[in-house]
């Protein structure tokens, strides 16, 4: 079965200070992997997403992901937070392209200081 | 196009209670997902439509909850008898399917006593 851990459930960081939001993975084929995020009293919202090719891919407001097989490992990252960052941050997966059952981690709840 | 829609926002409850929460989803996605989040668990699939068709119904919630898609464009979640336990958010989301992208609603927060 596969399984998704993120092992910081929360984090703390500085307005313009650079963040690693850390996700390892387990699944025994090469998975299909999203960033979600949660802002208060909203859904859940995908960030990015990787299915194959460059391991660095690219979202929106400037985040990025690195996928590593050899870590099985997902990490989201940003160069410079800004206070409209602070939100829960979710990785998930799914075992394959077009399974739309996706498994979430438990979540990192972000704070942003000003 | 609006997002995905979910009433109501709040309910509180008595234990023992019905409660049906519904859910209309992306018009044109195939897909729709009912998830149950709690901040100790996390998010957790209860039921999971293809095409109307109940693809997935979460094992741990078979018997006290039922998701029903009457229409490609409407679904509700049924939990009966509601337990002080069953306190959480519910989320659902839809999909177009093949695209790995889910799009949620605000979810409705169901307290019970």
């Known amino acids: 079965a596969q399984s998704v851990t993120q092992p910081d459930a929360r984090v703390t960081v500085s307005e313009g200070a650079s963040l690693q939001l850390r996700c390892k993975y387990s699944?025994?084929?090469?998975?299909?992997l999203f960033w979600y995020v949660q802002y208060p009293r909203q859904g859940l919202q995908l960030l990015l997403k990787y299915y194959s090719g460059d391991p660095v891919v690219q979202g929106v407001n400037s985040f990025e992901a690195e996928f590593s097989k050899s870590n099985s490992s997902f990490h989201l990252q940003k160069a410079s937070v800004h206070w409209s960052d602070s939100a829960v941050y979710f990785c998930?997966?799914?075992?394959?392209?077009?399974?739309?059952?996706?498994?979430f981690g438990a979540g990192t709840k972000l704070t942003i200081k000003p | 196009d609006a997002g995905v829609t979910q009433t109501p926002r709040h309910e509180v409850a008595e234990k023992g209670q019905t409660i049906i929460l519904k859910c209309e989803p992306v018009?044109?996605?195939?897909?729709l997902f009912w998830y149950r989040q709690t901040k100790i668990q996390g998010l957790e699939l209860l039921s999971y439509?293809?095409?109307?068709?109940?693809?997935?119904d979460g094992g741990a919630f078979k018997d006290r909850f039922k998701a029903e898609m009457l229409n490609s464009s409407f679904s509700t979640l049924k939990i009966q008898p509601t337990e002080p336990k069953d306190s959480a958010v519910y989320l659902c989301a839809s999909s177009l399917g093949n695209t790995g992208q889910l799009y949620f609603g605000e979810g409705s927060k169901l307290t019970v006593l």
């Open positions: 439509f293809r095409s109307k068709s109940l693809m997935e």
């Open positions: 018009s044109g996605h195939n897909d």
């Open positions: 699944y025994s084929a090469t998975p299909y």
């Open positions: 998930a997966l799914s075992m394959n392209y077009g399974n739309e059952k996706i498994t």
